[in-house]
């Protein structure tokens, strides 16, 4: 039996130079304070600053995303594609 992997947000952006990162905003850098987890092909997981590369990438077309999607999810990621991330406010 397959096992259960809950939903994990995550949002790609594309850069001027072409490469697509995965920004999981949900998911605080263990490394850096006000950072989230991201992942590119190239460089595998790292930090990221969720509004900087906002600010600086565009959103990604679906023809863009879908090989770094499929790494991620062989990786075991259950994706919840966003366009845009906003927390639930509380």
Avoid at 7 to 22: I, S
Avoid at 54 to 74: D, G, K, T, Y
Wanted: aromatic share 10%; hydrophobic share 30%; with cysteine.
């Amino acid at each position: 039996m397959a096992r259960y992997h809950p939903p994990t947000t995550v949002v790609f952006r594309t850069w001027p130079n072409g490469l697509v990162q995965a920004l999981f905003p949900e998911i605080d850098s263990m490394r850096y304070a006000r950072c989230c987890l991201s992942y590119t092909a190239r460089g595998g997981e790292g930090a990221a600053n969720y509004g900087k590369v906002v600010e600086r990438s565009r959103p990604s077309r679906l023809e863009e995303i879908a090989p770094l999607r499929q790494e991620l999810e062989n990786h075991g990621y259950n994706l919840r594609v966003r366009r845009k991330y906003r927390p639930a406010r509380k």
